[in-house]
């Protein structure tokens, strides 16, 4: 039984089977994060910790821009 697998075991799968599992996630995180992006900026003089939280959008992918809609825009309007 095999139960380590090395570097020449790689080229033994098929990366292109996995393409239509990997680009619909691709695509969605991209658009998350560019839409919180995008609201991010333009309401940069009502939101709170702006650098905070464009580091969070950008660095924890697809839980950032979730966690930026759902926390980051609840208090921070400004009336």
Do not use: C
């Not at 790689?10 to 680009?23: T, Y």
């Not at 996630?25 to 994060?33: D, N």
């Not at 839980?63 to 009336?79: A, D």
């Amino acid at each position: 039984m095999n139960l380590h697998y090395g570097l020449n075991d790689l080229k033994d799968i098929d990366f292109i089977s996995f393409l239509p599992i990997v680009l619909p996630i691709f695509a969605i995180g991209l658009i998350l994060i560019s839409t919180a992006l995008i609201d991010l900026y333009r309401n940069r003089e009502n939101r709170q910790n702006v650098f905070i939280w464009t580091l969070i959008i950008i660095f924890v992918n697809l839980i950032g821009p979730i966690l930026y809609f759902v926390l980051g825009r609840k208090g921070s309007e400004k009336v």
